[in-house]
């Protein structure tokens, strides 16, 4: 059974440029969720998807935004990026709602550098 | 504010010590409570997961949860090195539909050979 898939693994952007992360499920997971996690701040949560709605969203500005689609897989987008967003994003999916169950599988990650 | 608030360490075991992790959360609507293990470089793994008062084991793992106090624990026994990790302590508050687990910034653990 695949597990979670995190795209791109890396990536370095600049100020003021925007990311586009994308993350598939483990198959038959209708939930997907997104984390931030720094050294200094940990693992915070960003949103939460289910069945292409955003069931919980974390305290992030609005340039942190995501969507899913009907097959599942979900992306987030980080608009006008700042060097504080450089982080490692997880993606976690859950069979059910993970505001029901707390049983996330996380993918690999996506490291993102803002220079 | 929701906050889950555990030792960052580093906790250092020798090995086949037990190891002791211990967390705090502030609110008292959590209802389930969470082990995760992060290895350097890789993702979080549920280890353990409990949702009543009192021990629950599994192998050498022991989650322990006291709601009175707001305290959970994970034990280690015969602590080995492959268990050097960072293991992250996260609450769950159900709430209707909107629940979501908070973590806590993790415990790093060192098991010295």
């Known amino acids: 059974k695949a597990g979670v898939t995190q795209t791109p693994r890396y990536l370095i952007k600049t100020r003021g440029q925007q990311v586009t992360l994308s993350c598939s499920p483990i198959?038959?997971?209708?939930?997907v969720s997104w984390y931030q996690q720094t050294p200094g701040q940990g693992l915070q949560f960003l949103f939460e998807?289910?069945?292409?709605?955003?069931?919980n969203k974390g305290n992030f500005p609005g340039r942190f935004s995501g969507r899913q689609f009907s097959n599942s897989r979900s992306e987030m987008n980080v608009s006008t990026l700042e060097l504080g967003d450089s982080a490692l994003y997880l993606c976690?999916?859950?069979?059910?709602?993970?505001?029901?169950?707390?049983?996330?599988?996380f993918g690999e990650g996506s490291r993102l550098t803002v220079l | 504010q929701k906050e889950v608030e555990q030792n960052s360490g580093p906790l250092s075991v020798p090995e086949g010590a037990i190891a002791s992790l211990n967390c705090t959360y502030s609110d008292r609507g959590s209802q389930s409570f969470f082990w995760y293990r992060q290895y350097s470089g890789k993702s979080p793994e549920l280890i353990m997961f409990?949702?009543?008062?009192g021990d629950k084991e599994d192998g050498r793992f022991t989650a322990q949860l006291n709601k009175a106090s707001q305290y959970v624990s994970l034990l280690i026994r015969d602590s080995q090195p492959s268990d050097s990790a960072t293991y992250l302590c996260?609450?769950?508050?159900?709430?209707?539909?909107?629940?979501?687990?908070?973590f806590g910034k993790g415990t790093k653990l060192s098991v010295k050979p």
């Open positions: 996260a609450a769950l508050n159900y709430g209707g539909s909107q629940g979501n687990l908070i």
């Open positions: 998807y289910f069945s292409e709605t955003q069931r």
């Open positions: 409990i949702y009543s008062n």
């Open positions: 198959s038959g997971h209708r939930s």
């Open positions: 976690a999916s859950s069979l059910d709602a993970s505001g029901m169950t707390g049983e996330l599988f």
